[in-house]
């Protein structure tokens, strides 16, 4: 059955099918991605303090970097400062992180502030469907799975905050809410907007997970964390599919992953050689 609204003509089913399939590959790589943030996080890894930033999607301390969202960008040092102090004793994370604190608490830090994002993504998500903007069911059953996967993200490294002594946090990323997400949401109007703004999110996040399989020499880690980015990088594509009224197949043809696996440059070389 389908439904339209405005520009949008998606097919729930077909789009529950690809969503299904998503959701079990994310169960799947969970406890890799788990296992790999304890172990770095409690010593277990060799890997530097870049890296690690890199591996949880924040910016690297020391440097001048950028968190950037769809066309806008803040700088890193103010979304690090806002994963809130590790000295709040109730977890509530009001409390801005000082310079002392990143010092004595790196890794710390440094995963609050993933886990400020993750909960800035959930956040997100809440406020487009309670907006009472979207309508169309196929972008509010992906809109409550990807929520969820947030809130599982979420979750994992708050978990591995307290396992290593941390504080876990329970705000979102106040920078980046107030610099980028607060604007965009105040000006959307439209169930197509809402969308941009997720897709917006997502491409973020997939790209921050590509960057950190590049950056890490690690193959175990780099193979752990490709696997969450390709689940990032499919979130964006389904939003795609919505954003654009792309049938699912289109993006998703053959019911395989995001991209097919086989390698093109030898059955390029086969066909050559046969000729």
Not at 89 to 116: K, P, Q
Not at 123 to 151: C, E, M, R
Not at 244 to 250: G, I
Request: net charge negative.
């Amino acid at each position: 059955m389908e439904r339209k609204n405005d520009h949008m003509d998606l097919n729930r089913d077909e789009m529950r099918r690809t969503l299904q399939a998503i959701d079990a590959d994310n169960q799947a790589a969970m406890p890799k991605w788990y296992d790999a943030l304890a172990r770095i996080l409690s010593g277990g890894s060799n890997l530097s303090t870049d890296e690690k930033a890199a591996v949880l999607g924040v910016p690297a301390p020391g440097r001048r970097q950028f968190f950037a969202l769809g066309g806008a960008s803040i700088l890193g040092a103010a979304v690090l400062a806002a994963c809130g102090s590790d000295s709040d004793a109730d977890g509530a994370g009001a409390e801005a992180t000082t310079t002392t604190e990143l010092a004595d608490n790196l890794d710390i830090a440094l995963a609050r502030t993933a886990a400020s994002i993750e909960k800035l993504a959930i956040n997100t998500y809440q406020s487009a469907l309670g907006s009472g903007l979207v309508t169309t069911p196929a972008i509010a059953d992906t809109a409550k799975l990807f929520q969820s996967h947030h809130q599982a993200h979420f979750d994992a490294v708050n978990k591995v905050v307290k396992a290593v002594g941390g504080t876990p946090v329970s705000d979102a990323n106040e920078a980046i809410f107030k610099a980028l997400v607060e604007p965009a949401l105040n000006a959307a109007t439209t169930e197509a907007a809402l969308v941009k703004i997720a897709l917006d999110l997502e491409l973020a996040a997939a790209q921050t997970y590509v960057y950190a399989g590049g950056a890490l020499s690690s193959m175990p880690y780099r193979s752990t964390i490709m696997t969450i980015g390709g689940i990032e990088a499919r979130h964006a594509a389904v939003l795609i599919v919505a954003g654009q009224s792309l049938p699912a197949p289109a993006v998703f043809p053959d019911d395989r992953a995001f991209f097919p696996g086989e390698n093109p440059v030898a059955s390029i070389q086969g066909a050559v050689l046969s000729g």
